[in-house]
């Protein structure tokens, strides 16, 4: 799913309509350490942000402050551990207002729905609707699992760039979960280049022997999401998946027009 950020310079318009730029800096550098995987140099963010040294110091001084970064022993910055309450009710805010529509992908796919979040190299579950089939998935709400084994990982990182996905292979592995995993970094490439030309990402037997799941990201995301179906091999057909994956890109547009309404309100 595509990053892009605001520049200093876009974002004194917005200052000047009512918003506060410092405010607006400080998490624009959250987002870039965010994205380039947690910790970071000064002189990178100034490069990436197009600000000056001295306004970047001052404003990783009062978020060190804040508890929301954190300097290393190495003199860089790092996301500080005061994120993690507030990823962890947004992630609880975002299941809830997932959670009627994977309610009606369980209703007319008849198969269990997941909803699931990339959060840093991790996949992590933040709703699940379980079908009515007595089957149980591996799949429950604060799993966290690495993405190159299932759906939602791939149609998360789908529209990675290859250079970012192959540094997050090698910090994470790529361990076999079953004897049907990827397990090297150019046959996860090829399978997410299948991700883009489909529309849809697939986990047969990856994850769990006997389990297909089907995948695809709620597009517009707020955070980058993915909405799943799991179930058995035999229900999770090549026809069904035909009919299942309509569906599931359906309720994914709808899903995204939630979230963009749940967004930033003019006033």
Not at 28 to 37: C, I, K, N, S
Request: aromatic share 4%; net charge neutral; charged share 20%.
């Amino acid at each position: 799913m595509p990053q892009s950020h605001t520049s200093a310079a876009d974002s004194k318009p917005a200052a000047s309509s009512g918003g506060v730029q410092s405010l607006e800096r400080a998490f624009d550098m959250l987002e870039r350490m965010a994205d380039a995987g947690g910790e970071v140099g000064l002189s990178e963010l100034s490069s990436s942000s197009g600000l000056p040294l001295p306004t970047i110091h001052r404003l990783m001084r009062t978020l060190v402050a804040c508890g929301y970064v954190r300097q290393q022993p190495n003199r860089r910055y790092a996301l500080g551990p005061r994120l993690i309450r507030l990823g962890e009710s947004s992630a609880r805010l975002l299941g809830t207002w997932a959670r009627p529509y994977l309610t009606r992908l369980v209703e007319e796919t008849g198969e269990t729905a997941n909803m699931a979040l990339l959060d840093g190299d991790e996949i992590v579950y933040v709703a699940q609707v379980p079908s009515k089939h007595s089957m149980r998935m591996f799949t429950e709400v604060g799993r966290r699992v690495l993405p190159h084994s299932t759906g939602v990982g791939k149609a998360l990182l789908a529209y990675t760039p290859p250079a970012e996905v192959r540094a997050l292979l090698a910090r994470t592995g790529m361990p076999a979960a079953t004897d049907k995993t990827i397990t090297t970094p150019e046959v996860f490439l090829e399978a997410l280049e299948a991700v883009r030309r489909a529309g849809y990402a697939v986990d047969d037997n990856e994850q769990e022997i006997g389990v297909r799941c089907l995948a695809v990201s709620v597009p517009n995301s707020p955070t980058a999401a993915a909405i799943s179906i799991s179930g058995p091999a035999g229900r999770v057909t090549e026809e069904a998946t035909e009919k299942i994956v309509p569906i599931l890109q359906g309720i994914a547009q709808e899903l995204s027009a939630t979230l963009a309404s749940a967004g930033p309100q003019n006033g």
